[in-house]
DNA sequence: ATCGCATATCGCAGATATACGATAAATAAT
DNA sequence: ATTATTTATCGTATATCTGCGATATGCGAT
């Protein structure tokens, strides 16, 4: 009887855990990094980076994509990945917030 | 037959996933921004802040403690537990620095 | 429309994770 | 030693994750 407390706690947290969730695995941390180094690489590239079948590439690009990690857009007959930065940053702005490592960044600017 | 082929990852990759692992469910961001608050807290008193069984609350501050991401000192006939500050910083490190987000700390705004 | 390629999705199997009651182990006090 | 209290561990049920082959979908060219 494991029927997913999740939505018991609020939604900063379940949303943090989101992320964290979809940085879990060595794979998605190097699809993150190939990225990084790259600006952009479309599936296939990735598929020949990493040593998993193609299936499950695709899986751990949606498993990113859905937490809004990525930017992708068609290329002819191929698919453009690439990072979206904003949510990245926004999403360790909140991770530095909560686990309490925002020491030296504290010029929290609301004023643009 | 998917034996878990996170071994054909390099380490550093593991390692990062790991961690994100441990912080991939809203009860343990519940309890790092608990240990965050208050410094310091016995078991009892996270059960009683979170809406979750002992045993349950227990598994998962192992899952923490499992990434060295506690401590944890016996206090009479309970055990208190703190963050490892330590530990928690160099994994945020490590982080910035897969993820990218690590430059813009020292570049005080880019003021368009 | 058909072909060839690139990517996503389906369906399945095995592995982990989640959650909890029950119980064990440790401590403090009697 | 017994009791009460606190926490960890065991056993179990369910859910989710991982991985892949097979297949479907989408695109560009023929």
């Not at 407390?5 to 060595?26: D, I, N, R, T, Y």
Request: glycine share 6%; charged share 15%; with cysteine.
């Amino acid at each position: 009887m494991a029927t997913t407390k999740q939505s018991l706690f609020p939604e900063g947290q379940v949303a943090l855990a989101a992320f964290a969730g979809a940085l879990a695995h060595p794979a998605r941390i190097a699809i993150i990094g190939l990225l990084q180094a790259r600006e952009e690489a479309c599936c296939g590239e990735i598929v020949k980076a990493l040593p998993l079948a193609q299936a499950t590439v695709s899986q751990h690009l949606q498993v990113l994509n859905r937490v809004g990690l990525l930017h992708h857009r068609q290329c002819g007959p191929k698919i453009c990945y690439s990072i979206n930065c904003e949510a990245l940053r926004s999403f360790c702005h909140s991770f530095q917030c909560t686990l309490g490592t925002a020491e030296e960044v504290a010029a929290p600017a609301p004023h643009l």
